[in-house]
């Protein structure tokens, strides 16, 4: 790596931060197109956002994103923002247009729900237009994935959650806000025998299947072709919920093309070029 006098500067803040996998996947992407950017993690906590936000304004950093815990507190922090920014309630990727201080303006976005399409894409999976959706989860991931549903035109998005209230809330915001039908309903085997076998996806946001996290309790039964289970985990690579998803001959993608598209559209969002998503993906699984 060769820093110039003229090197673009892009990162990562979060509280903790030291775990990201956005670094090399970002360098990679620079480092094929031979553009003169880096990119680097920055330990920011809750107290210091704002502040830490004006020093990468006033210094003329081109790019951030945000993880834990920043996203939701960047909505009071920008100049304008996305649709999907505002109805997923997360900012997970800062532009600051060249100029810095005081003109230098910040454009809040969220690369999530278009990364998730994206991957489905890569992954030849058809988008269920005209179809039932199940979406397990309703927290802000589930915001995400409701916001990516909702613009594709499926018939009905089922929120299926843990705390029920919450999936009620969050398909109240699908309904007012992306004019979808959606239903709220708690995580019983009642809600998943009713609603599963007429869908065409089931997706899981929520982070029961992950390492170290107590797993879902799906009925394998009701994983069967010609559903398609999405889990947007990718550390399992294969969690329970798409292994019996799998054994049963559903299709079955991971979180992983997901976390590498969203990181690809924020990259293009500040370089404008054209991202090399399989040379960042290369970098995300050499990295884990
Ligand atoms: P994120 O932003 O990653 O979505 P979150 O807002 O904390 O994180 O939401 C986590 C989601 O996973 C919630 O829907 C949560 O259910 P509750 O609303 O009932 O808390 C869900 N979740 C986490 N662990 C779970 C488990 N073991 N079984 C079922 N749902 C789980």
Excluded at 7 to 24: C, F, K, L, N, Y
Excluded at 190 to 213: I, R, Y
Aim: net charge negative; aromatic share 4%.
């Amino acid at each position: 790596m060769n820093i110039t006098g003229r090197t673009q500067i892009a990162g990562v803040i979060g509280d903790p931060i030291s775990h990201t996998r956005s670094p090399a996947m970002h360098n990679a992407a620079f480092a094929a197109l031979g553009l003169d950017w880096v990119y680097v993690p920055f330990h920011v906590t809750a107290e210091d956002l704002k502040s830490a936000i004006a020093g990468f304004r006033a210094a003329g950093v081109r790019g951030i994103n945000a993880t834990v815990p920043h996203k939701p507190a960047l909505l009071n922090m920008v100049d304008s923002m996305s649709d999907e920014a505002s109805f997923i309630g997360a900012i997970n990727t800062l532009t600051f247009e060249p100029g810095g201080e005081p003109d230098g303006r910040v454009r809040g976005d969220n690369t999530d729900a278009r990364g998730f399409l994206a991957a489905m894409q890569d992954h030849d999976i058809a988008v269920p237009d005209g179809e039932r959706v199940v979406v397990l989860g309703a927290g802000g991931a589930a915001r995400a994935v409701v916001a990516a549903l909702g613009s594709v035109g499926v018939s009905e998005i089922v929120i299926v959650n843990r705390t029920e209230s919450r999936a009620l809330d969050l398909a109240a915001r699908a309904r007012d806000r992306m004019g979808v039908a959606a239903r709220g309903c708690p995580l019983t085997s009642d809600s998943l025998e009713e609603a599963l076998p007429s869908a065409a996806m089931l997706v899981n946001t929520t982070s029961g299947g992950m390492h170290g996290s107590t797993p879902l309790d799906v009925d394998g039964r009701l994983l069967a072709p010609p559903l398609v289970v999405y889990d947007i985990v990718y550390s399992p690579p294969e969690t329970d919920l798409l292994r019996a998803a799998a054994a049963n001959g559903c299709d079955v993608l991971n979180g992983l093309s997901m976390l590498v598209h969203q990181a690809a559209i924020a990259f293009e969002c500040w370089t404008g070029a054209s991202a090399p998503v399989d040379v960042m993906r290369d970098a995300l699984v050499a990295s884990l």
